[in-house]
């Protein structure tokens, strides 16, 4: 897009080359030059409001958030400019730190686990099978319903006093135990929970790979010998990497914004031990009213994560091109 | 693949020995798979089966797995003691809004990002694609700042405005025209149909397997959202469903038989329309990594 006329002119005579045909014919209007001129007329036009949607919903508000982490805005008003106060203030912030090993505790719990099963749980499915379509709605229906209800509904299932679980482990004879109430165990329930409710998607994304690696491939492979292990190992894992690793990133950002179960379950607590960084970006700009502070939270995540996924996607790429 | 490729002539060789194999498994994924998706759906039903349950039920341990018999009492007083139908409202007014507009504008972007050439066309089609990067939790407070600047702080537009498109509707949208016979366009234009014409008569109703797909998935993202409802409402009767069920959470705490009789109605909605929409779902969904 750096020089914007040679762009234009090219894309322009690309379309009268290729597309001469469909549009060409008794198009209305003049010459060739009017037609262009009318094409990108008619392409804004249909791409504009969604892309000013879009785009000033997300770019513009990043950047703003980014002038907004240097300020001590109350939310009320834009506030004053503090420099650099608020990244240094997180630094010796001990509940930001909490947060941060809580939403490391899930995303090390949630996505390894949640790609493993999706995978043999997509394999399973991936041949001939009746009622594969049941199988498929009922992995779903987690994945559809609302965090909310969710949250409330395993609120409730795993209560201490009357949940079913608990039940269950004193009529088995074994303690009972807090789960959501106790800070050793909360963040691990919640993660727990999200597995369950994230399966579907991944099972789903897998489905889709598996059937496209050809059946005469798998069944040469058991031909020539090849076992279970072998043919998961050498033909499945590799055929499905790109996939892998698309759910990868794709669970790792899920799993950063962790907010909803939160809400409707732990709020955070007992003392912070389920506090993500999300939720604490939450609180300190719409609970505390220290905005320019939350900013300044949400962004250190946001950059950290983007190191993570970029190198993530590098990774991936050489890897790749080395096989 | 090198596998197959090393022994071209023995793949034939053997057809009868797969058959068999294929032939033997069945069973034995069935009893993987039927406890596994009892596992997913369980939680849904003991939630059907609470909503019905007595206070004393719910509040016996150990719980009570099947209801005694049905007790509305929990639905009455959810419906009765709280704005509930007004959330239900909000959520369907916002939830339809938001798919109706989806439908329309993300269709347009991605008719136009497949089929036409513009000035910046690609370029902004990237950047719509790299919106996906950029976390809510970013955007949040400019965004909340934004409204209250224009007033529209605790209103239902405020829900609405900020999901009227997407970045996953222009992305769907545009894969699925990419793959779009053009001949009924061409044919409509030689006609001497416009654009407008084309697009309206003419593509839009052969896409209504693409619209369905994005109108289930918007309304199921649509409904269930929490996180920016929380930060923009804050009037009790503008909340909607999902935000109404978050202040159960502490208020009640107790409550169960209210809490689980609102759990059901939040979610009926939304199940309906998955169950209805759900091959189109899932298809949008698989096709849209593999596009």
Redesign the interface.
């Known amino acids: 897009?750096s020089a914007?006329t040679a762009?234009?002119g090219r894309?322009?005579r690309?379309?009268d080359g290729t597309?001469s045909?469909?549009?060409g014919?008794?198009?209305?209007g003049g010459g060739p030059r009017r037609r262009r001129l009318a094409?990108?007329?008619?392409?804004?036009s249909?791409?504009g409001?969604?892309?000013l949607?879009?785009?000033g919903?997300?770019?513009?508000?990043?950047a703003?958030?980014l002038r907004?982490s240097f300020t001590d805005?109350d939310?009320?008003t834009?506030g004053q400019n503090v420099g650099l106060a608020n990244y240094r203030t997180l630094a010796e912030d001990p509940v930001f730190w909490t947060s941060l090993r809580n939403t490391l505790t899930l995303v090390a719990m949630y996505v390894p686990a949640s790609l493993v099963l999706g995978l043999l749980?997509a394999m399973?499915?991936n041949?001939?099978?009746?009622?594969i379509g049941?199988?498929?709605?009922?992995?779903?229906?987690?994945f559809?319903?609302?965090?909310?209800?969710?949250?409330?509904?395993?609120?409730?299932?795993f209560d201490r006093?009357?949940?079913?679980v608990?039940?269950?482990l004193?009529?088995a004879g074994l303690p009972t135990q807090g789960f959501l109430a106790d800070p050793g165990q909360a963040m691990y329930v919640l993660g727990a929970i999200f597995i369950?409710k994230q399966?579907?998607?991944n099972v789903?994304?897998y489905?889709?790979?598996l059937q496209?690696i050809?059946a005469?491939?798998m069944?040469?492979?058991?031909?020539?010998g090849?076992g279970p292990w072998a043919r998961f190992r050498?033909?499945v894992v590799p055929s499905v990497k790109p996939?892998t690793l698309?759910l990868a990133v794709w669970g790792l950002?899920d799993s950063?914004?962790f907010?909803?179960l939160i809400?409707?379950?732990t709020?955070g607590g007992p003392v912070n031990s389920t506090v993500t960084?999300?939720y604490y970006?939450?609180q300190l700009?719409?609970d505390m009213f220290t905005?320019g502070y939350?900013?300044a939270v949400?962004?250190t995540?946001?950059a950290a994560?983007?190191a993570v996924?970029v190198l993530a996607l590098a990774l991936g790429r050489r890897k790749g091109s080395l096989q | 693949m090198t596998l197959a490729q090393d022994h071209p002539t023995r793949r034939p060789s053997r057809p009868v020995r797969r058959r068999a194999g294929r032939w033997r498994l069945p069973s034995a994924r069935h009893a993987v798979l039927l406890p596994l998706s009892l596992f997913m759906v369980a939680p849904f039903v003991y939630m059907l089966a609470a909503s019905v349950m007595s206070e004393t039920e719910l509040h016996r341990f150990p719980p009570a797995i099947i209801p005694s018999g049905v007790d509305l009492g929990g639905y009455r007083k959810v419906l009765a003691e709280s704005d509930f139908q007004r959330w239900f409202l909000n959520s369907v007014i916002v939830s339809t809004t938001v798919v109706v507009s989806q439908v329309v504008l993300c269709s347009m972007a991605g008719y136009a990002f497949a089929r036409m050439r513009f000035f910046g066309g690609r370029t902004v089609l990237t950047l719509i694609l790299a919106t996906t990067l950029v976390p809510f939790q970013l955007t949040v407070i400019p965004t909340f700042l934004v409204f209250s600047k224009v007033h529209l702080v605790d209103t239902l537009p405020a829900l609405i405005v900020p999901q009227l498109a997407s970045a996953l509707g222009v992305y769907l949208m545009t894969s699925f025209f990419r793959g779009f016979p053009r001949e009924l366009e061409e044919a409509a234009r030689m006609d001497g149909c416009s654009r407008w014409g084309v697009f309206f008569r003419v593509v839009l109703p052969v896409a209504r397997p693409a619209i369905a797909a994005l109108a289930v998935i918007m309304f199921i993202y649509s409904w269930n959202d929490l996180f920016w409802p929380l930060v923009a409402i804050t009037s009790e009767d503008k909340y909607t469903v999902q935000v109404g069920l978050a202040t159960f959470q502490g208020q009640h705490k107790a409550d169960w038989s209210q809490i689980m009789a609102g759990t059901v109605l939040a979610t009926v909605p939304v199940l309906v329309i998955f169950l209805v929409g759900q091959r189109r779902f899932v298809q949008a969904l698989s096709g849209a990594v593999k596009g």
């Open positions: 897009m914007p762009t234009g894309a322009g690309r379309a597309a045909r469909t549009r014919g008794p198009a209305p094409e990108h007329v008619a392409g804004w249909f791409a409001p969604s892309t949607l879009v785009l919903f997300s770019f513009l508000p990043m703003w958030a907004l805005s939310l009320m834009g749980a399973l499915l041949k001939p099978l009746r009622g049941f199988y498929r709605v009922c992995f779903l229906v987690p559809v319903a609302s965090a909310a209800a969710e949250g409330l509904l395993m609120g409730y299932i006093d009357f949940g079913v608990n039940g269950a004193s009529m369950w399966f579907g998607f789903i994304i489905l889709a790979a496209e050809p005469e491939t069944e040469a492979a058991a031909i020539d090849a050498h033909i996939i698309f950002i950063l914004q907010f909803d809400v409707t379950t709020k960084v999300v970006v939450w700009a719409f905005a939350g900013a949400a962004y995540l946001f994560s983007l996924i």
